[in-house]
Each structure stands twice: as structure tokens, then as C-alpha cells.
């Protein structure tokens, strides 16, 4: 069974602080995909990465592969109230299409 | 997630009765994957579908549940007899391709037992 371990669950910081969030597992992945999910709603798709030792930049936001293919973090720099959200990584083996294994979440809270 | 439309938003159903949750994928994808959110958990992958074919049913429970995708018409998933711990909030994704192509949700629904 493949298993997403996503770290820390909770984390609060002030406006403007950074962070990231950390998501590892000790299998392979073909791809990995970052989500935001708000209360009540689906997951938002943010970014893809494919490539092992990948970084990709959405405005604020960082996502890196790790080499390996097994571990991906998210950082966000300069935290804005509105990035406050629960965000997903989500592994994708390949071999079953695009059957997905979730981590638990990380609970982002950024306060004014 | 836009495009992903999955009905209805919210279903309440007593204990023993029937629930169908409904999914159309967005236009031109024929991959339709559905997983379940329970309270305070991550999302956990039931079943994968492409037209009219079951692909992948893993985490579908043995009993009481069943998903169809047919050639015409959304994915149904089918929740017979309910019982209470199927409370949860139920995700459909849909995808161009299977391998490779990223998936893109819906905004689930959320089934109450009551």
C-alpha cells in the first residue's frame, strides 16, 4: 500500500511569514500533484510536477520533486490571509491511469 | 475544478435507503475517478472508470456499493442501504487521458445519513 505522509497537520503563522509543507512517502511516484481545498468545496488543482529534482513557481508559491521521485514540498513565501486553506499532495503511480493516493492534509492558517 | 459537475451538493437519506450521486466529467474527458472524504480525513480513492468499463475498483467496499459510466449520460455512484458511516463528502474527478494527464475535481457531494 502506498502511503503519502504530509507534514506538519496544522500550521499558523502571521501575514507575510513563510512556510512550507513537506509531503514524503517511501514509494515511487510518476507524477505528484499539489491541491487547495476550501471548506465545502472540491480540490483546486495548483501544479504538477513530473520530473525528479523539478521545481516549479506559481507567484508565491514553490513546489520541488525530490530526485528520487518519492518526497515534494511546497513553500510559500511572504503568506498572504488568502493562502489560508487545506492543501493536498497526491501521488500518481501511472500504471492505473491517474488513480490518485492522498496525503492527509496540512491546514494552512495565516493570520492578519 | 471548473467544468467537473457533480449533483446534488448535498443528500440526506435515512438509514436503508438508496443514495446516487452523479458526476459529468469535463467536456472531452472519458477518465471519471471517484473517492470518498470522510470527516477530518484525507480523500481515499474508490473507483476509476473510463466509458462504459470499470477500470479499477480497489477501494470500492465489497458490498452495497457500485459505479457505472456509461456510453451516454454522467457517472453514476450507487450507495444502497445506506448506514450511517457512509456519511461523507463524495469526489468525482475527471481527466483527459488515464497516464499522465492531470485530474481535475468536482465539488463533491455531500451525503448525510440520517
Known amino acids: 500500500t502506498q502511503l503519502l505522509e504530509q507534514s506538519p497537520q496544522f500550521l499558523s503563522i502571521q501575514e507575510g511569514e513563510n512556510l512550507t509543507v513537506y509531503c514524503n512517502s517511501s514509494?515511487?511516484?510518476?507524477?505528484l500533484q499539489w491541491y487547495r481545498q476550501e471548506p465545502g468545496e472540491g480540490p483546486v488543482l495548483l501544479v504538477t510536477?513530473?520530473?525528479?529534482?523539478e521545481v516549479k513557481k506559481l507567484k508565491r508559491l514553490t513546489f520541488q520533486f525530490g530526485d528520487a521521485r518519492k518526497d515534494s514540498s511546497l513553500h510559500i513565501t511572504a503568506a498572504q490571509t488568502g493562502d489560508t486553506g487545506l492543501y493536498l499532495c497526491?501521488?500518481?503511480?501511472?500504471?492505473?491511469?491517474?488513480?490518485?493516493?492522498f496525503g492527509g492534509g496540512t491546514r494552512v492558517l495565516v493570520k492578519p | 475544478n471548473a467544468g467537473v459537475m457533480q449533483n446534488p451538493r448535498h443528500l440526506v437519506r435515512r438509514r436503508g435507503q438508496e443514495a446516487r450521486l452523479r458526476c459529468s466529467p469535463m467536456?472531452?474527458?472519458?477518465?471519471v475517478y471517484w473517492y470518498r472524504q470522510l470527516p477530518e480525513e484525507g480523500l481515499k480513492f474508490m473507483v476509476y472508470?473510463?466509458?462504459?468499463?470499470?477500470?479499477?475498483e480497489s477501494g470500492m467496499p465489497k458490498e452495497r456499493f457500485s459505479a457505472e459510466f456509461p456510453k451516454e449520460g454522467p457517472s453514476i455512484l450507487r450507495i444502497q442501504q445506506v448506514v450511517r458511516g457512509d456519511s461523507a463528502a463524495y469526489f468525482c474527478?475527471?481527466?483527459?487521458?488515464?497516464?499522465?494527464?492531470?485530474?481535475?475535481f468536482g465539488q463533491g457531494t455531500r451525503l448525510t445519513v440520517v
Open positions: 472508470l473510463q466509458k462504459e468499463n470499470i477500470i479499477d
Open positions: 497526491a501521488g500518481a503511480t501511472g500504471a492505473a491511469g491517474n488513480k490518485l493516493t
Open positions: 514509494s515511487v511516484f510518476s507524477s
Open positions: 510536477v513530473v520530473t525528479g529534482g
Open positions: 474527478a475527471s481527466s483527459l487521458n488515464g497516464e499522465g494527464t492531470e485530474a481535475f
Open positions: 467536456k472531452g474527458h472519458s477518465h
